[in-house]
């Protein structure tokens, strides 16, 4: 794609989403370190979480409205953009210390390299058990978190930029049509994935 600089609406579009796409592509100790730990709340339900949970369904909602009615090699590339910043944020977690405790054994764990492959090689029956098992597991994450340090903590921005991802990755892909709509054969495609 070459950018149309006389094009208002591309211009428009791409000042929309750079902070988006910035925001994604942060590694998860930046705000540790511009901000420093905090005492601000980060349980379920506090402003800070709401917070969170809105921006999610505005990032999503914002992706939409500005590709929804693009050529779909750019659909695509959003999509693999928003799939490898969550793969390289999972990876960001090994740059303090490699343990057993953190393998990717976890579901949200999982869909940072079950996306890359999904969306990467496009396998519908793969991108429904990603859809299902991934949207459901990053809501009950967000909505119920598990964090331990302040609202801007290294952990804590690892557990909201992780949960955040493998929720909007699939919901993009799928609003912006890469893979087509859920057929009923797709519960039997998330059973078989368990």
């Known amino acids: 794609h070459v ?3 006389k094009d208002k609406a591309e211009i428009r579009n791409y000042l929309i989403c750079l902070p988006l796409f910035i925001v994604n592509s942060m590694p ?4 540790q370190s511009v901000i420093g730990y905090t005492f601000i709340d980060a349980d379920a339900l506090s402003p800070f979480n709401i917070a969170w949970i ?7 909602f914002v992706i939409y409205r500005v590709f ?13 953009y928003l799939t490898l910043c969550l793969f390289f944020h999972y990876n960001t977690l090994f740059l303090m210390g ?19 492959i999904g969306v990467t090689f496009r396998m519908r029956k793969f991108f429904d058990f990603i859809y299902l098992a991934n949207i459901v597991g990053g809501c009950i994450a967000v909505f119920s978190p598990d964090l331990v340090t302040g609202a801007f903590g290294f952990w804590t ?13 699939p919901a993009v892909c799928m609003a912006l049509r890469l893979f087509p709509r859920l057929k009923a054969d797709a519960l039997v495609h998330l059973l078989v994935g368990f």
């Open 3 to 5: 950018f149309n600089f």
């Open 28 to 31: 998860g100790y930046v705000p």
């Open 54 to 60: 809105a921006s999610i369904a505005l990032e999503i």
């Open 68 to 80: 929804r009615f693009k050529e779909y090699q750019i659909r695509r590339a959003v999509c693999q």
């Open 98 to 116: 490699f343990t057993i405790n953190r393998l990717p054994i976890q579901l949200c764990n999982l869909g940072a390299y079950f996306c890359i």
């Open 157 to 169: 921005m690892h557990y909201m930029y992780e949960h955040s991802l493998v929720i909007i990755v």
